[in-house]
């Protein structure tokens, strides 16, 4: 059995843990994750509780007779109040309240009567594991440190899922491994007093969407001031992306308010067209307090730069390396200033705006009005008529959906149309997947299908929800990279209670063709000038992605020439090959070799970290 790798990630803010019950065989099972360094909180009995590595700042923990509380992360709480509450705790459904009242992003932990509670974000962004190993349940947030104690190889069914177009809720939950598996971000993992019993049990559900803008936009601006502030209260210098859009120039406009002292940066687009450093620009100019550095645009890293030579060690496949030289780039230049953190406006798009999905339920509640709004989308959206009123027509559930999904996985991408008035984009596999790995991911699409609920019935709730969470899975990532780059990174916008607060505004004000964002504008207004509060627009950034496509092309196909995914039989690496020559291929119009990507460059991170190689073909 092994231990907590060293290469699991040490970085300052990567916070990671497993976590213990209070008896012997969990002792036991303990002292083999001990090793390496890592850190240890411990029970009143002296056995471990909590294994794993964190700066000092990272726990905030108290203890009170027979309960202890312990909060991991982001949180503006202190060690005097949470032994108050550990205190008052009898039972621990109770900290359900405090899970959805405390600002910041963290997980919780909390021990009653020889029981242990465990939860992250209602956000996806921090997770939580667990496995039965030597018979003692232990819970982790990292689902490859349980997969290294357990001794097991990535299960090859999995991967073919991850092969998927997007993968679509709930095929993404799931671990990597089989025998570990994945707590739901709404769930918190409960643990009996025998060590070994574990129940999920739900902590969190989404507001209902009823609150009107005007009362909502107070309530936006006090939790994202509130989620910024936990990140600048001990001062220091903090760094802040600032790249002209509305999401990063709010945070940045907040951060400068605190004592902190703030550098923002901006990487300027290569395209001409591209504005954000003239918005970028005139945002600095109403800071005058905060350093500006705007870097060379020909300098940035295209998309697909070096991921030939990535060796972080990561729990799940992701998207995120295509961009990961991109997002890391510019750290070292923040660290040499001093920076550390650093701030982004990643999720502002998730949640200050919102998916025209809603206007399904609308067209049925309040007609005229969902008419008048649907038509403005489809000048917008350039939608055309009939495919608009087929996706306003369509009342499948999402198991239906999902079915429907699993039948048609080889068909072309679905029209824009359906897929925002729907319950999402369904998935695709393209040419170079195997017939093998199709039908290992039609197989997993059939049997969730048969039992799948949405994360809510309103389809413009799940496909909100569904957008968060897949972009926490990439930002989960990121920040693991961004910390063994020497700088953590923190994206206000994905705390839970920004979330809920944006989430709780009527869609019919929220999403909107007449206006660009209007929560966050609405919610900045008074801190964010006018002037920026105009912009109705975001680069899109489509010229780096081609331009890197072209240039990476000789590393690309390196990915395929010697391809884990080929061994295992779930790619046709010589449709790869052909590919990476071509990349203006005909054959790239309508696929997308992201998930592709990810996966290969994960099962050679495994390698090139572990020395486990790839698991076995089935």
Same mark, same amino acid.
């Given at each position: 059995?092994?231990?907590?790798?060293?290469?699991?990630?040490?970085?300052?803010?990567d916070?990671?843990?497993?976590?213990?019950?209070?008896?012997?065989?969990?002792?036991?099972?303990?002292?083999?994750f001990?090793r390496?360094g890592?850190?240890?909180l411990? #029970?009143?009995?002296?056995?471990?509780?909590?294994?794993?590595?964190?700066?000092?700042?990272?726990? !905030?923990a108290?203890r009170?007779?027979?309960?202890?509380i312990? @909060?991991?992360?982001?949180?503006?709480?202190?060690?005097?109040?949470?032994e108050?509450r550990?205190?008052?705790l009898?039972d621990?459904?109770?900290?359900?309240?405090l899970?959805?009242?405390?600002?910041g992003?963290?997980?919780?932990?909390?021990t009653?009567?020889?029981?242990?509670?465990?939860?992250?974000?209602?956000?996806?962004l921090?997770?939580?594991?667990h496995?039965d190993?030597?018979?003692?349940?232990?819970?982790a &947030?990292?689902a490859?440190?349980?997969?290294a104690?357990?001794?097991?190889?990535p299960?090859v069914?999995? $991967?073919?899922?991850?092969?998927?177009?997007?993968?679509? #809720?709930p095929?993404?939950?799931?671990?990597?491994?089989?025998g570990?598996?994945s707590v739901?971000?709404?769930?918190?993992?409960?643990?009996?007093?025998?060590?070994r019993?574990?129940?999920? &049990?739900?902590?969190? &559900?989404p507001?209902?969407? @009823?609150?009107?803008?005007? /009362?909502?936009?107070?309530?936006?601006?006090e939790?994202?001031?509130?989620?910024? /502030?936990?990140? &600048?209260r001990?001062?220091?210098?903090?760094?802040c992306?600032?790249?002209?859009?509305?999401?990063?120039?709010?945070?940045t406009f907040?951060?400068?308010?605190?004592?902190?002292?703030i550098?923002?940066?901006?990487w300027?687009?290569? /395209?001409p067209?591209?504005?954000?450093l003239?918005?970028?620009?005139q945002?600095?100019?109403s800071?005058?307090?905060?350093?500006?550095? %705007?870097?060379?645009?020909?300098a940035s890293?295209?998309?697909?730069?070096?991921?030939l030579?990535?060796?972080?060690? $990561?729990?799940?496949?992701?998207i995120?390396v295509?961009?990961?030289?991109?997002v890391?780039?510019? $750290?070292?230049?923040m660290?040499e200033?001093?920076?550390r953190?650093?701030?982004t406006?990643i999720g502002?798009?998730?949640?200050?705006?919102?998916?025209?999905?809603?206007?399904?339920?609308?067209?049925?509640?309040?007609?005229?009005?969902?008419?008048?709004? %649907?038509?403005?989308?489809?000048?917008?959206?350039q939608?055309?008529?009939?495919? !608009?009123?087929?996706a306003?027509?369509?009342s499948?559930?999402?198991?239906?959906w999902l079915?429907?999904?699993?039948?048609?996985?080889?068909?072309?991408?679905?029209?824009t149309?359906?897929?925002?008035?729907?319950?999402?984009m369904?998935?695709?596999?393209?040419?170079?997947?195997?017939?093998?790995?199709?039908?290992?991911?039609?197989?997993?699409l059939?049997?969730?299908?048969?039992?799948?609920?949405?994360?809510?019935?309103?389809?413009?709730?799940?496909?909100?929800?569904?957008?968060?969470?897949?972009?926490?899975?990439?930002?989960?990532q990121w920040?693991?990279?961004?910390?063994?780059?020497?700088?953590?990174m923190?994206?206000?916008?994905?705390?839970?209670? @920004?979330?809920?607060?944006?989430l709780?505004?009527?869609?019919?004000?929220r999403?909107?063709p007449?206006?660009?964002?209007?929560?966050?504008?609405?919610a900045?207004?008074?801190?964010?000038?006018?002037?920026?509060l105009r912009?109705?627009?975001?680069?899109?950034?489509?010229?780096?992605?081609?331009n890197?496509l072209?240039e990476?092309?000789?590393?690309?196909?390196?990915?395929?020439?010697?391809?884990r995914?080929?061994r295992?039989g779930?790619?046709?690496?010589?449709?790869?090959?052909? %590919?990476?020559?071509?990349?203006?291929?005909?054959?790239?119009r309508?696929?997308?070799?992201?998930?592709?990507?990810?996966?290969?460059?994960? $099962?050679?991170g495994?390698?090139?970290? !572990?020395? !486990?190689?790839?698991p076995?073909?089935?």
């Amino acid at each position: 059995m092994t231990g907590l790798h060293d290469s699991a990630g040490a970085g300052p803010g990567d916070a990671h843990f497993a976590v213990f019950t209070d008896r012997e065989e969990a002792a036991a099972v303990a002292r083999s994750f001990s090793r390496g360094g890592a850190r240890v909180l411990r #029970h009143a009995s002296g056995r471990p509780w909590l294994v794993g590595r964190w700066r000092d700042g990272d726990v !905030t923990a108290a203890r009170a007779g027979d309960a202890a509380i312990a @909060v991991v992360g982001c949180c503006p709480i202190d060690a005097a109040d949470l032994e108050r509450r550990a205190g008052r705790l009898r039972d621990l459904t109770e900290l359900d309240a405090l899970a959805r009242a405390l600002p910041g992003s963290f997980h919780l932990l909390a021990t009653l009567d020889g029981r242990l509670r465990v939860q992250g974000t209602a956000s996806g962004l921090r997770l939580v594991f667990h496995a039965d190993i030597d018979g003692a349940t232990v819970a982790a &947030t990292r689902a490859d440190v349980l997969a290294a104690a357990l001794g097991h190889d990535p299960d090859v069914e999995q $991967l073919a899922v991850r092969l998927l177009w997007p993968v679509p #809720h709930p095929l993404a939950e799931p671990s990597m491994w089989r025998g570990v598996r994945s707590v739901s971000p709404q769930d918190a993992l409960v643990i009996a007093a025998d060590g070994r019993t574990a129940r999920h &049990t739900r902590w969190w &559900t989404p507001p209902e969407p @009823v609150r009107p803008l005007a /009362d909502s936009a107070p309530l936006v601006r006090e939790a994202l001031t509130t989620a910024v /502030d936990a990140r &600048t209260r001990q001062g220091g210098v903090v760094s802040c992306d600032l790249s002209g859009g509305l999401d990063s120039t709010s945070v940045t406009f907040l951060a400068a308010r605190s004592d902190a002292r703030i550098v923002a940066s901006t990487w300027p687009g290569r /395209d001409p067209a591209d504005t954000d450093l003239f918005w970028a620009r005139q945002a600095a100019r109403s800071l005058p307090e905060v350093e500006h550095v %705007v870097w060379d645009a020909d300098a940035s890293p295209l998309v697909y730069t070096d991921l030939l030579a990535i060796d972080d060690l $990561l729990d799940e496949p992701t998207i995120g390396v295509m961009d990961r030289s991109r997002v890391l780039h510019h $750290l070292p230049g923040m660290a040499e200033r001093g920076s550390r953190l650093h701030l982004t406006g990643i999720g502002g798009d998730h949640v200050a705006w919102c998916s025209e999905a809603y206007y399904h339920r609308l067209l049925r509640t309040r007609p005229l009005f969902a008419v008048r709004h %649907v038509r403005g989308f489809r000048a917008l959206w350039q939608w055309p008529l009939g495919g !608009t009123v087929r996706a306003l027509a369509d009342s499948r559930s999402y198991g239906r959906w999902l079915a429907d999904a699993g039948a048609r996985l080889r068909d072309p991408l679905p029209a824009t149309v359906s897929t925002g008035l729907g319950w999402g984009m369904p998935p695709r596999l393209f040419d170079w997947v195997t017939p093998d790995a199709e039908r290992a991911a039609r197989r997993a699409l059939r049997e969730a299908a048969a039992s799948a609920v949405p994360h809510h019935p309103d389809r413009g709730l799940h496909a909100d929800l569904e957008q968060v969470r897949a972009c926490t899975r990439v930002i989960r990532q990121w920040d693991h990279m961004a910390a063994g780059a020497g700088v953590p990174m923190a994206s206000p916008f994905l705390d839970d209670r @920004v979330i809920e607060a944006c989430l709780a505004v009527r869609p019919s004000e929220r999403v909107t063709p007449w206006a660009y964002k209007p929560v966050l504008t609405a919610a900045m207004s008074g801190i964010v000038p006018d002037a920026c509060l105009r912009r109705t627009d975001k680069a899109a950034a489509s010229m780096d992605a081609a331009n890197g496509l072209r240039e990476h092309r000789a590393d690309l196909r390196a990915l395929w020439e010697d391809s884990r995914l080929e061994r295992l039989g779930l790619v046709d690496g010589a449709v790869l090959r052909r %590919v990476a020559e071509r990349p203006a291929t005909p054959e790239l119009r309508d696929s997308v070799l992201y998930s592709t990507i990810a996966a290969e460059v994960w $099962l050679r991170g495994l390698d090139r970290t !572990t020395g !486990t190689g790839a698991p076995a073909p089935t």
